[in-house]
């Protein structure tokens, strides 16, 4: 904008120049000037930001922040879900970083915005990890995929197109289930109910309360299924618990919706940890899925996953994604390209995605054998109770039983840093500090109630 | 009351294609078809009981819903991709494009990439507020490092997806915190605008801003609609404004084009750097999308500055708690790209030579497309606008049958309010345009 207009001739000119010299930083004369100084700036008095108060730091990632202020050399970050290599550090995979210098070297690359559903080839690949390279469903083009910013975009955009779209408002979630579901859903305009999941008394499922609420679910309503690796219980279905939850709730038309975080990393196998959600596809039906890279690729902070949904037809499949569009446009218009190509550079490549699986294995293999130590660790301490549970739960995390009292004693005596229901990252340990933790286990379970 | 009860599967589809007629059109009328009764959607009363299973298995439970209409912006560019004449012009989304019309990335973009491979960085989740370094440099790069209210860290900063996450951010905000109170929006205005405080269930108003007849600014209707507004409105301003501070409006910038109007990172922030100077509070939305050409990278923020210390940290807090059930925490990707850039010094000026580079190949082209224009139009039409518009963007003044026919007869695509993206447009192409 050229603020040296020739003196101006028409009027259109003439505010456009007093704008100008606005821009230009010139003093206004005070006939123009209408910009008054805020009445008090530094006192909080005339803020009209004044009503707002500070929010609750998050119960997860707060976990990590007090660890972070802790100057104990001792001090265990069993916080959040994000894995970490027997020295303790964070694992950035050997497959991703050969993708990324792959992709860094591609001079053809671009950054042009992505479409509105994301990278078409990784879409693509997403459905066929999850559903199976032959699904039916997927050659019939009955399933739309969109390119959504990891588990918890996936969920939100689905919600948000459910409370839309479909006629039950109301979503049932598993008691417990991870802290930040009620909240995704219930700002997506849902209501929320919970179904019964953990038996404290087993540490295993409560399989008769579930399909009791199930069964009691209105009819046509969401209900939200951890595919597998339960967070924060660790505690699955059988597949044959699998089968009677699938007939009961297509016997009651309820819209099943999954939350994949951790497919590979639950058994090892990425196929196997995909079954129960190819039961539900298998039998013609519909369904809603959010997937998440972050851990199984440990692309934790490139937020990469993808929200799938399976109808009956193709056409209801394309409109649904016509509508997931209007969804995804106002909140952030199109998702970020960098974790997508990663993702479908390796799904893509025959001998990355082989080194993938392998190193995937690795991982899942290092967590199962940290939960051996620990039982054996508090087994030779003679730790009162059955510590069985921490085997037979599966995935990242263990539900140790622990109550809050204990958590907090764990903490501050110990520098031990975990989520107050008693939730402990599995792959936050290393064979060197399974010790600690079960010298610090062992401590609150006999001295504090 | 239609008979189900020995409908055959396929008969009952057959039936639910005459029906697709009758049903109302809109979100989620399955009930129409199932039941009177809305939220039951299988058929279960009464004699239709053994075929609900049959109901529940073989319909949609989606079959209600309808096509959405194809996103003006984005949506033509599948067209555009489609149409096979060589002579065909994109002049729609504002991605910039080189004079040979490719797509452009930065050579500090692949500079700073590169540095941030060599350095073998983690992927560990972001905070919920965005990477720190990022949050810091943008704040800086927009207020200048010596204004007051960063010295006094009275900005709440935080990083968002682009300018779209950015605004949305804030919507967000703003419908939490100020309940009821509107968003006033120039008429026009980026279409996307609408649709996220629409999301956000924040009531929005338009303010006049456009002049069809002079192409240009339509100051005293913008200042008439801006006063007769409800007490403490919220105004979103494109770069360069008017103040809107009668009746403690809260004026809220959109900066999607810093450093990309006039070529320069600081004259671009100008009205921004002015209000906070005054010591009002305002809104920011950011967006390194253009001037970083990091589009697809969805890198931004909001920022907001506040009256005292404490109450940027609360307002802070309170936005990380709108982010975690939306994303949880944003990407880590062009947010160290950013902080790469405009952190180290010998980037950052690299950076602002490539942008005056980009900004004056669009100035050229508005020179030269005035040039061809007032040479060609016999017809006495006042061509300056194009020179006086400021930014990516022009509004030629085309009505929607004008550019329909630009883009049928003579296959350049552009918006249908009239805008072409002059940094689609290359000097060779000029000729043709006009």
Same mark, same amino acid.
């Given at each position: 904008?050229?603020?040296?207009?020739?003196?101006?001739?028409?009027?259109?000119?003439?505010?456009?120049?007093?704008?100008?010299?606005?821009?230009?930083?010139?003093?206004?004369?005070?006939?123009?000037?209408?910009?008054?100084?805020?009445?008090?700036?530094?006192?909080?008095?005339?803020?009209?930001?004044?009503?707002?108060?500070?929010?609750?730091?998050?119960?997860?990632?707060?976990?990590?922040?007090?660890?972070?202020?802790?100057?104990?050399?001792?001090?265990?970050? &069993?916080? @959040?879900?994000? *894995? =970490?290599?027997?020295?303790?550090?964070?694992?950035? %995979? +050997?497959?991703?970083?050969?993708? !990324?210098?792959?992709?860094?070297?591609?001079?053809?690359?671009?950054?042009?915005?992505?479409?509105?559903?994301?990278?078409?080839?990784?879409?693509?690949?997403?459905?066929?990890?999850?559903?199976?390279?032959?699904?039916?469903?997927?050659?019939?083009?009955?399933?739309?995929?969109?390119?959504?910013?990891?588990?918890?975009?996936?969920?939100?955009?689905?919600?948000?197109?459910?409370?839309?779209?479909?006629?039950?408002?109301?979503?049932?979630?598993?008691?417990?289930?991870?802290?930040?579901?009620?909240?995704?859903?219930?700002?997506?305009? &849902?209501? @929320?109910?919970? *179904? =019964?999941?953990?038996?404290?008394?087993?540490?295993? %499922? +409560?399989?008769?309360?579930?399909? !009791?609420?199930?069964?009691?679910?209105?009819?046509?309503?969401?209900?939200?299924?951890?595919?597998?690796?339960?967070?924060?219980?660790?505690?699955?279905?059988?597949?044959?618990?699998?089968?009677?939850?699938?007939?009961?709730?297509?016997?009651?038309?309820?819209?099943?919706?999954?939350?994949?975080?951790?497919?590979?990393?639950?058994?090892?196998?990425?196929?196997?940890?995909?079954?129960?959600?190819?039961?539900?596809?298998?039998?013609?039906?519909?369904?809603?899925?959010?997937?998440?890279?972050?851990?199984?690729?440990?692309?934790?902070?490139?937020?990469?996953?993808?929200?799938?949904?399976?109808?009956?037809?193709?056409?209801?499949?394309?409109?649904?994604?016509?509508?997931?569009?209007?969804?995804?446009?106002?909140?952030?218009?199109?998702?970020?390209?960098?974790?997508?190509?990663?993702?479908?550079?390796?799904?893509?490549?025959?001998?990355?995605?082989?080194?993938?699986?392998?190193?995937?294995?690795?991982?899942?293999?290092?967590?199962?054998?940290?939960?051996?130590?620990?039982?054996?660790?508090?087994?030779?301490?003679?730790?009162?109770?059955?510590?069985?549970?921490?085997?037979?739960?599966?995935?990242?995390?263990?539900?140790?039983?622990?109550?809050?009292?204990?958590?907090?004693?764990?903490?501050?005596?110990?520098?031990?840093?975990?989520?107050?229901?008693?939730?402990?990252?599995?792959?936050?340990?290393?064979?060197?500090?399974?010790?600690?933790?079960?010298?610090?286990?062992?401590?609150?379970?006999?001295?504090?109630? | 009351?239609?008979?189900?009860?020995?409908?055959?599967?396929?008969?009952?589809?057959?039936?639910?294609?005459?029906?697709?007629?009758?049903?109302?059109?809109?979100?989620?009328?399955?009930?129409?078809?199932?039941?009177?009764?809305?939220?039951?959607?299988?058929?279960?009363?009464?004699?239709?009981?053994?075929?609900?299973?049959?109901?529940?298995?073989?319909?949609?439970?989606?079959?209600?819903?309808?096509?959405?209409?194809?996103?003006?912006?984005?949506?033509?560019?599948?067209?555009?991709?489609?149409?096979?004449?060589?002579?065909?012009?994109?002049?729609?989304?504002?991605?910039?494009?080189?004079?040979?019309?490719?797509?452009?990335?930065?050579?500090?973009?692949?500079?700073?990439?590169?540095?941030?491979?060599?350095?073998?960085?983690?992927?560990?989740?972001?905070?919920?507020?965005?990477?720190?370094?990022?949050?810091?440099?943008?704040?800086?790069?927009?207020?200048?490092?010596?204004?007051?209210?960063?010295?006094?860290?009275?900005?709440?900063?935080?990083?968002?997806?682009?300018?779209?996450?950015?605004?949305?951010?804030?919507?967000?905000?703003?419908?939490?915190?100020?309940?009821?109170?509107?968003?006033?929006?120039?008429?026009?205005?980026?279409?996307?605008?609408?649709?996220?405080?629409?999301?956000?269930?924040?009531?929005?108003?338009?303010?006049?801003?456009?002049?069809?007849?002079?192409?240009?600014?339509?100051?005293?209707?913008?200042?008439?609609?801006?006063?007769?507004?409800?007490?403490?409105?919220?105004?979103?301003?494109?770069?360069?404004?008017?103040?809107?501070?009668?009746?403690?409006?809260?004026?809220?910038?959109?900066?999607?084009?810093?450093?990309?109007?006039?070529?320069?990172?600081?004259?671009?922030?100008?009205?921004?750097?002015?209000?906070?100077?005054?010591?009002?509070?305002?809104?920011?939305?950011?967006?390194?999308?253009?001037?970083?050409?990091?589009?697809?990278?969805?890198?931004?923020?909001?920022?907001?500055?506040?009256?005292?210390?404490?109450?940027?940290?609360?307002?802070?807090?309170?936005?990380?708690?709108?982010?975690?059930?939306?994303?949880?925490?944003?990407?880590?990707?062009?947010?160290?790209?950013?902080?790469?850039?405009?952190?180290?010094?010998?980037?950052?000026?690299?950076?602002?030579?490539?942008?005056?580079?980009?900004?004056?190949?669009?100035?050229?082209?508005?020179?030269?497309?005035?040039?061809?224009?007032?040479?060609?139009?016999?017809?006495?039409?006042?061509?300056?606008?194009?020179?006086?518009?400021?930014?990516?963007?022009?509004?030629?003044?085309?009505?929607?049958?004008?550019?329909?026919?630009?883009?049928?007869?003579?296959?350049?695509?552009?918006?249908?309010?009239?805008?072409?993206?002059?940094?689609?447009?290359?000097?060779?192409?000029?000729?043709?345009?006009?």
């Amino acid at each position: 904008m050229n603020p040296e207009l020739a003196s101006p001739s028409s009027s259109s000119d003439r505010r456009i120049s007093v704008l100008a010299r606005h821009l230009a930083g010139v003093e206004m004369d005070s006939k123009n000037d209408s910009i008054s100084a805020f009445p008090t700036s530094g006192s909080d008095n005339n803020s009209v930001f004044s009503h707002v108060v500070r929010g609750p730091e998050d119960p997860i990632l707060g976990v990590t922040v007090a660890y972070n202020k802790d100057p104990s050399p001792v001090k265990l970050n &069993l916080g @959040v879900g994000a *894995y =970490r290599t027997e020295e303790g550090k964070p694992l950035v %995979l +050997n497959v991703v970083r050969k993708a !990324e210098l792959l992709l860094v070297n591609d001079r053809s690359r671009v950054k042009e915005y992505l479409p509105i559903t994301g990278l078409a080839e990784f879409n693509k690949l997403s459905a066929k990890l999850m559903f199976g390279a032959n699904c039916p469903a997927i050659q019939e083009n009955r399933v739309t995929t969109v390119q959504c910013l990891s588990g918890t975009g996936s969920l939100r955009v689905g919600a948000e197109f459910l409370a839309k779209h479909y006629l039950q408002r109301t979503i049932y979630i598993p008691q417990p289930t991870w802290g930040n579901h009620p909240k995704i859903f219930t700002l997506a305009g &849902l209501s @929320v109910k919970t *179904y =019964r999941y953990y038996d404290p008394a087993t540490r295993g %499922l +409560n399989f008769q309360g579930l399909v !009791e609420d199930l069964s009691s679910a209105s009819s046509g309503a969401i209900v939200l299924l951890h595919a597998c690796a339960h967070n924060p219980t660790g505690v699955d279905p059988t597949f044959q618990q699998w089968e009677q939850i699938r007939k009961l709730m297509r016997s009651k038309g309820l819209m099943p919706f999954f939350d994949s975080a951790y497919q590979g990393f639950a058994s090892g196998n990425l196929d196997a940890d995909a079954q129960p959600i190819r039961m539900f596809v298998a039998d013609g039906g519909e369904l809603l899925l959010a997937q998440s890279y972050a851990k199984n690729m440990g692309l934790y902070g490139e937020r990469i996953g993808a929200l799938s949904i399976v109808c009956k037809t193709a056409d209801v499949a394309a409109r649904v994604e016509s509508q997931l569009k209007l969804v995804i446009r106002p909140m952030y218009s199109n998702p970020p390209i960098h974790g997508a190509s990663i993702v479908a550079a390796i799904l893509k490549n025959r001998d990355l995605y082989n080194e993938w699986t392998i190193e995937l294995k690795a991982m899942a293999d290092r967590i199962i054998s940290m939960r051996q130590k620990l039982f054996e660790a508090l087994r030779a301490r003679g730790t009162p109770g059955d510590w069985s549970h921490i085997v037979k739960q599966i995935g990242m995390f263990t539900f140790t039983g622990l109550n809050s009292k204990q958590v907090s004693f764990m903490t501050k005596e110990y520098h031990i840093y975990m989520t107050s229901d008693g939730r402990i990252s599995m792959a936050g340990l290393s064979s060197k500090t399974v010790p600690h933790l079960a010298d610090a286990i062992h401590a609150a379970v006999k001295q504090v109630v | 009351m239609i008979s189900l009860a020995s409908a055959t599967p396929s008969a009952l589809l057959s039936v639910q294609e005459t029906l697709k007629g009758k049903t109302r059109l809109g979100s989620g009328c399955v009930s129409t078809l199932f039941n009177k009764e809305k939220g039951k959607p299988s058929i279960k009363k009464k004699s239709c009981g053994r075929i609900s299973m049959t109901v529940a298995v073989n319909v949609s439970r989606f079959e209600g819903i309808v096509m959405a209409p194809p996103d003006p912006i984005h949506g033509f560019s599948e067209a555009f991709r489609a149409d096979v004449d060589v002579k065909k012009l994109s002049l729609g989304v504002g991605a910039y494009r080189t004079e040979e019309l490719q797509p452009y990335v930065l050579d500090v973009v692949k500079k700073a990439e590169n540095l941030m491979l060599e350095r073998g960085e983690n992927k560990e989740y972001l905070s919920m507020e965005g990477l720190a370094a990022f949050n810091k440099v943008t704040a800086e790069l927009l207020f200048g490092a010596d204004n007051p209210v960063i010295e006094q860290q009275r900005v709440a900063t935080v990083q968002g997806l682009s300018g779209t996450g950015s605004l949305r951010l804030a919507a967000a905000l703003i419908e939490r915190y100020f309940p009821g109170a509107k968003v006033l929006i120039s008429s026009p205005t980026w279409g996307n605008h609408m649709n996220i405080f629409n999301d956000a269930r924040v009531p929005w108003s338009e303010y006049r801003y456009y002049d069809p007849k002079t192409v240009g600014l339509d100051f005293e209707g913008m200042i008439s609609d801006i006063k007769a507004a409800p007490e403490g409105s919220f105004v979103l301003l494109h770069g360069c404004a008017h103040n809107p501070t009668e009746k403690n409006h809260i004026p809220f910038f959109d900066v999607a084009y810093q450093g990309f109007a006039s070529g320069s990172l600081d004259a671009d922030a100008s009205s921004v750097r002015l209000f906070a100077e005054r010591g009002m509070e305002l809104l920011v939305a950011q967006s390194y999308s253009k001037n970083l050409g990091l589009y697809a990278e969805r890198i931004g923020a909001i920022n907001v500055v506040c009256s005292s210390t404490d109450a940027a940290a609360r307002v802070k807090s309170q936005l990380k708690r709108i982010a975690r059930p939306m994303y949880s925490s944003p990407p880590v990707h062009g947010a160290r790209i950013v902080a790469n850039v405009v952190g180290d010094p010998a980037l950052f000026n690299e950076w602002k030579v490539e942008m005056e580079m980009m900004a004056g190949r669009i100035k050229n082209v508005r020179q030269k497309l005035f040039d061809c224009l007032s040479a060609k139009d016999k017809s006495g039409k006042d061509w300056s606008f194009i020179l006086k518009q400021i930014g990516m963007f022009s509004f030629t003044g085309l009505n929607k049958t004008q550019s329909d026919n630009m883009t049928n007869k003579w296959h350049v695509y552009m918006t249908k309010d009239g805008r072409i993206s002059l940094a689609g447009l290359s000097l060779a192409k000029c000729e043709y345009l006009c």
